[in-house]
């Protein structure tokens, strides 16, 4: 069964410094991968998606991510955090493309000025 | 504006009222989604419509029910709710399977 899991409940970075949210997934074949956001009091916005191709790929608001089969991972990094960045990130999986995705548990990131 | 608009934006409910959760989105999309999200629990896909035929049903409570009467306008029909049934409820749209979901704020709902 498809999985996904995300190991950090919370971090805390200063404005500025380097982020790494970790993710790791459970998929039989090659997955569809994806990073959301969501601020308080709002749904969910794509930062980014992995179909194929590059495992490098890029997102909105800086933000990129490596898809690593070896490791079952997909890693999301910024390399300055602002302010901003605060809010809560989730890794999703899915079979069909879009659709019927799975989703993390999240990771709440604080951002101390 | 995310195109996506659900109301109400909060709901106080007991367990044996009966309410409406409405989702209209404005973006010419074709599938509509509803999640539950509740607190230390990963999102969880409760229904999935496609042009307004349901084809998703992940083993959501009866007292649950969805309506889709266009494309443009899904309901969540609840009735005879429990206090875990507490959450934040998305709605979501996407133009075909293989396309972004879109999501709105969500309606909080509490269950006393």
């Known amino acids: 069964a498809q999985s996904v899991t995300q190991p950090d409940i919370h971090i805390t970075v200063s404005e500025g410094a380097s982020l790494e949210l970790r993710c790791n997934y459970s998929y039989g074949a090659t997955p569809y991968l994806f990073w959301y956001v969501q601020s308080p009091g709002q749904g969910l916005q794509l930062l980014l998606k992995y179909f194929s191709g590059d495992t490098l790929v890029q997102g909105i608001k800086g933000f990129e991510a490596e898809f690593k089969r070896s490791q079952s991972s997909f890693n999301l990094r910024k390399p300055s955090v602002h302010w901003s960045d605060a809010a809560e990130y989730f890794c999703a999986v899915g079979s069909g493309g879009y659709n019927k995705l799975i989703f993390g548990a999240g990771t709440r990131l604080a951002v101390h000025p | 504006e995310t195109g996506v608009t659900q109301t109400p934006r909060h709901l106080v409910m007991g367990m044996t009222n009966k309410k409406s959760l409405k989702c209209e989105q404005h973006?010419?999309?074709?599938?509509m989604y509803w999640y539950k999200q509740s607190a230390k629990k990963p999102l969880e896909l409760m229904f999935v419509y496609s042009l307004e035929e349901r084809v998703e049903n992940n083993s959501v409570p009866s007292r649950f029910s969805p309506e889709c009467p266009n494309s443009s306008h899904l309901f969540l029909h609840l009735h005879t709710l429990q206090p875990e049934d507490s959450a934040l409820y998305l709605c979501?749209?996407?133009?075909?399977?293989?396309?972004?979901?879109?999501f709105g704020n969500g309606t909080r709902l509490t269950v006393t």
């Open positions: 979501a749209s996407s133009r075909d399977s293989n396309s972004p979901l879109h």
């Open positions: 973006l010419g999309h074709n599938a």
